[in-house]
């Protein structure tokens, strides 16, 4: 009798328990392939400008013009990698000192109205499409920096701020769950010994909370990196390296998003181009490996 | 100084501080709307846009964008929420999950052009797919799960414990309790943060350039065939959707009113993303407070 009834309930138990199991795996699985392909493709393709095209490394690592139409064509990507570090780190330089603050007013000084109206608008800001951001600094900081600068006003410090303004809620919101996250003890003992606010705040609570920090900052750095077209819109795209922070210039992901569409596949310039996306690609790995690496050291 | 003094001047900093940022922010809205909306009309809306004449609409974009992001989520939502179920339930913490868990993370790191490009690469070229809104769904695909995965598995560790518990001692499979026991009541937290990853698709332009392609052929709103080559449902026609076509429009325009156009089409964008993300707030809070019988 016992055995029948296994052999009629348990055995669609386990095909129900297997389907389950098959199907969720499957679905991961889908998500490695997808990655596994896209770093073989990207690599592949941008690897061709070194392996069939015969363009040295160092050459466009290192080259100071990119005319890759000319008669001999050039590939240097200095400009590109300039660009698309200065305008990343120059944002994060503005973003950084202000999500701090905004994060402990949110969290030090006014808890209530930072909860529930700075943090929910802050968030809001995380959900504007970068085209719109692009559309504003077009219209609004690139007129501006020309009216008050010596140059056209678009270039570098157009690109940073607009790229501040994007970043700023990701490094705000990860500052905010840090101060949050600090055991009050700490804060407290401080506040016992006699120390002000500000005592606690930059001797205590800045410290302790400095990998998180820079975490937030590093994940800054790594969007404004790939960001593509609001950049685009307003640093000029001249492929070279500007004199000053108010003159045309390009990043690595304009430069892309300018000529691929332009290019045949498998042309040299276009395989180029791909060699651009493999350094992007590679930024983001270098990204996410310091970003490990914060973490781990926050967590002790 | 006195260590008051200098607390005061810092405390006034960080109010100082803040009050900018959210100064910032609704001048950043209020300017957007402000230009925008005045630009907005029935006929704005629904018109197809102008290459040199003014008075282009922005209807077919308007249309591309929704579309687009329902086919995204048909194929989103249940590859997603499934991996996101093997991350929380199935997977045991060993090397290879530690391995799957880096993966993600660096898929949800990269950037949108990125994802663009190898759509370019598999979808378009290698799929012979063309530039068409199903190769866009798919790069939007790939660019979108990570961000289910991890609401899902989000929502799942959410899930009281003695609940799962309860209905494993019951000698429900595993799989059968996750179904019908774990997602229902993970139900709130993945389904506001779906409606957010909507508002973020939305918006995605570098990723679609070079996949749904940056031209609109012109639709025919009567026919809804989904094989015909004019019909607004064909998933494989070239489409621009709202946010490429802003970029378009304020990098190539030509038209005499392009920054009326980019302005209106901000707007709209702007409202859309608005309206999905009081939306998930609204919903999330109902249905936690349907399911768990609070106030």
């Known amino acids: 009798m016992a055995k029948s009834y296994d052999r009629l309930e348990g055995k669609p ?17 889908f998500l490695v392939i997808t990655i596994s392909s896209m770093v073989y493709f990207v690599a592949s393709k941008g690897l061709s400008t070194f392996l069939v095209n015969g363009v040295n490394v160092g050459d466009l690592l290192t080259g100071l013009k990119w005319n890759p139409e000319a008669d001999i064509p050039l590939f240097g990507a200095l400009p ?73 006003g678009i270039g570098i410090a157009a690109g940073a701020v607009v790229l501040a303004v994007m970043i700023l809620p990701t490094i705000t919101t990860i500052a905010t769950d840090a101060l949050a ?73 304009s430069a892309i998003t300018l000529s691929m569409g332009n290019t045949s596949m498998g042309s040299v310039h276009n395989n180029a181009l791909w060699s651009l996306a493999l350094i992007l690609m590679l930024m983001t790995f270098v990204f996410v490996f310091i970003i490990r690496m914060l973490e781990r050291r926050s967590k002790l | 100084m006195k260590a008051k003094t200098v607390d005061k001047i810092a405390t006034g900093v960080f109010i100082g501080i803040a009050a900018f940022i959210v100064l910032l922010l609704a001048s950043l809205l209020g300017y ?19 290459t040199i004449r003014e008075g282009g609409g922005i209807g077919p974009q308007l249309f591309n964008s929704v579309f687009l992001l329902v086919l995204t989520m048909i194929i989103t939502i249940p590859i997603g929420i499934g991996a996101g179920i093997y991350m ?108 957010l990853a909507a508002g973020r698709i939305f918006g995605e332009a570098a990723a679609l350039m070079f996949t749904a392609g940056m031209s609109s052929p012109r639709l025919d709103f009567t026919n809804w065939n989904p094989l015909d080559a004019v019909s607004p449902l064909n998933p494989f026609r070239p489409a621009e959707t709202l946010a490429v076509h802003i970029w378009k429009v304020n990098s190539e325009g030509i038209a005499p009113d392009t920054p009326e156009i980019a302005a209106g089409a901000s707007a709209v964008l702007v409202i859309l993303v608005l309206v999905f993300n009081l939306g998930a707030r609204m919903l999330g809070r109902y249905v936690h407070r349907k399911f768990t019988a609070t106030k």
């Not at chain 1, 328990?17 to 699985?29: L, N």
């Not at chain 1, 302790?208 to 790939?226: E, K, N, S």
């Not at chain 2, 774990?182 to 709130?188: D, E, G, I, K, N």
């Open chain 1, 13 to 29: 138990h386990l095909t129900e328990e297997w389907v389950g199991k098959a199907y969720t795996f499957v679905c991961i699985m």
């Open chain 1, 80 to 152: 590109f990698i300039f660009g698309s570090f200065s305008t990343s780190i120059l944002a994060a330089i503005i973003a950084a000192p202000l999500g701090f603050c905004a994060a402990v007013f949110m969290v030090e000084i006014a808890p209530k109205f930072g909860r529930k109206y700075m943090q929910p608008v802050i968030e809001l800001l995380a959900g504007i499409p970068s085209v719109v951001y692009g559309f504003v600094g077009l219209s609004v900081i690139v007129p501006f920096f020309r009216d008050t600068f010596p140059g056209q």
């Open chain 1, 181 to 253: 996250a600090l055991p009050a003890g700490l804060k407290e003992g401080s506040y016992a010994l006699g120390s002000t606010r500000y005592q606690t705040i930059s001797r205590i609570v800045l410290p302790t909370t400095l990998p998180a920090q820079m975490t937030g900052i590093v994940l800054g750095i790594a969007r404004a990196f790939g960001e593509a077209l609001a950049v685009q819109m307003v640093i000029g795209n001249a492929p070279h390296i500007p004199h000053s922070l108010f003159e045309s210039t390009s990043t690595l992901t």
């Open chain 2, 32 to 50: 957007i709307l402000v230009r925008g909306v005045s630009h907005i009309s029935w006929q704005f809306l629904t018109s197809p846009p102008q």
């Open chain 2, 88 to 195: 929380s339930e199935y997977a045991k913490p060993n090397k290879m999950t530690g391995f799957i868990r880096l993966v993600v993370e660096v898929l949800s790191s990269f950037p949108s052009i990125i994802v663009g490009l190898f759509g370019l690469l598999v979808f378009v070229n290698f799929f012979d797919f063309g530039f068409s809104l199903f190769s866009g769904a798919l790069a939007l695909t790939v660019f979108n799960l990570p961000l289910m995965v991890r609401i899902t598995e989000q929502g799942l560790k959410g899930v009281p414990l003695s609940q799962k518990e309860a209905s494993l001692a019951l000698g429900i499979s595993k799989w059968t309790t996750i179904r019908s026991v774990m997602l229902p009541v993970a139900l709130p937290v993945i389904l506001t943060g779906t409606i």
